[in-house]
């Protein structure tokens, strides 16, 4: 393997104070799904928040949301599926695993690509018959070198499936084959050589979680299995903790698994596809101490154009990683694949309190995501009195917006108490019927207002 570059390291790395982002007894949109049976048709809009008890020992937050953050854009027009995403907390860039066709060979290698953290293309590095890219962790050297730890599918020298947990110090514009001396193995402990398992790691939190049983089914149930990394990277299997999840498709179960990761003593798993899963998408949270199913996010309309459609009418979530900013401070990354395979789009959304710096990096989109609008109807309670009615924005803005509000019907009409993820809006009007009210909100956090 050649090594042309490392990417570069600013002085705060990623082993900063560790503080938990989440507690227990998660509810959102989703606890239909999660017992068993398909949301209503007249179900909250999937961005609707997700709400937390204040954590004690941590970041004091009752409310997460998907929040954009930007589009990447990796290179060739054989790479537009993104796989799995993962965040630098000391450079702000994005690494990404995406799979493409060798010539002339039955295996997938993996492209891993470097993006800059307004998503767009700087480099990247093929692994031969490195395989799907299903997930990726990064992790920094005490020196800065980053390291992508990921389950290597086909030794190409002999095609024989293999499944290997490895790390690879990431060199930009290198082809690397399994063989090669940089490539480092990585202990295996819960399946044998050529049984595909894959892992995930959070470097801070000294946790690696491996998903097994995975079969040839994504729906397939599953167990997770958690450790201490550090225990790995020394060849010792001690199991902390194992969560075993349900499988089927909606509404019996929450449809196909794409993604995991671990924080604190949570195991997330995102699940979605549009050809497989009815359009029903969400991320479950298991505890590692109970084992039981806690919690959800609903993603079924995450990623959608200003028309309410997607493109081409494709969706499905690539991917889910465990983040830290500069200070410490955990999130959850996910990046949501909208439009036709060759076209795809790769939109990434932060999941974390307010107070947690995940840079918003293509300006442009950036700016689409906080301008934000719609009509509400309130019903006044009498002619001649002020009646009001809380309106809840489609997706979390930052800052606190500005609010427009215009009546479509001659009456008074203003807006009290905007937040980043809503507003009351009041009318008065003289012969009581209903009001319908056109609303625009824009937050001068993001216009630089």
Not at 32 to 39: F, H, N, R, S, V
Not at 117 to 140: N, Q
Not at 292 to 320: C, K, M, W, Y
């Amino acid at each position: 393997m050649s090594t042309q570059s490392q990417p570069s390291r600013s002085s705060t790395g990623i082993r900063a104070s560790r503080r938990s982002l989440l507690g227990a007894g998660l509810v959102s949109g989703a606890a239909g799904l999660m017992a068993g049976t398909a949301p209503p048709a007249d179900a909250a809009p999937v961005a609707a928040p997700a709400r937390l008890p204040a954590v004690a020992d941590g970041i004091e937050s009752d409310e997460l949301r998907p929040r954009f953050v930007t589009r990447l854009r990796p290179g060739g027009k054989d790479a537009q599926v993104v796989q799995c995403v993962c965040k630098d907390t000391d450079s702000g860039e994005y690494y990404m695993t995406q799979n493409i066709a060798a010539s002339g060979q039955d295996y997938r290698s993996l492209r891993i690509t470097r993006c800059s953290a307004a998503g767009r293309y700087i480099d990247e590095m093929v692994c031969v018959a490195g395989g799907h890219g299903d997930t990726l962790s990064i992790t920094r050297d005490d020196d800065g070198r980053l390291w992508c730890w990921f389950t290597w599918d086909v030794d190409d020298e002999t095609g024989k499936e293999i499944y290997d947990f490895v790390r690879v110090p990431y060199a930009a514009g290198a082809t690397v084959k399994r063989q090669d001396s940089e490539v480092v193995s990585v202990a295996k402990f819960d399946e044998p050589s050529g049984v595909k398992s894959v892992f995930a790691i959070d470097q801070a939190g000294d946790r690696m979680v491996v998903r097994k049983d995975w079969g040839n089914d994504y729906s397939a149930p599953s167990t997770y299995i958690l450790r201490k990394l550090s225990d790995v990277m020394a060849d010792k299997d001690e199991v902390l903790a194992t969560v075993k999840t349900k499988g089927g498709r909606p509404p019996e179960g929450p449809g196909t698994a794409q993604a995991f990761c671990t924080l604190d003593d949570h195991l997330y798993v995102s699940y979605g596809s549009s050809t497989l899963d009815s359009g029903i998408f969400s991320i479950q949270r298991y505890g590692w101490t109970s084992g039981e199913n806690d919690g959800a996010i609903d993603l079924s309309d995450l990623g959608r154009q200003v028309d309410g459609e997607f493109p081409s009418d494709a969706h499905e979530t690539e991917g889910i990683s465990t983040y830290r900013d500069a200070a410490g401070r955990p999130a959850l990354i996910l990046c949501m694949g909208t439009g036709a395979i060759r076209l795809r789009q790769a939109k990434v959304y932060s999941l974390a309190p307010p107070e947690v710096d995940v840079d918003q990096g293509a300006p442009l989109e950036g700016l689409v995501a906080s301008i934000q609008s719609g009509t509400a109807t309130v019903t006044p309670s009498a002619a001649d009195a002020d009646t009001s009615l809380e309106v809840e924005f489609p997706y979390g803005m930052p800052g606190t917006p500005v609010v427009q509000v215009t009546p479509q019907s001659n009456c008074r009409v203003w807006v009290t108490k905007p937040t980043g993820t809503g507003c009351t809006i009041w009318v008065n009007s003289s012969d009581g019927d209903d009001v319908v009210v056109g609303w625009i909100a824009h937050s001068p956090a993001q216009l630089g207002g």
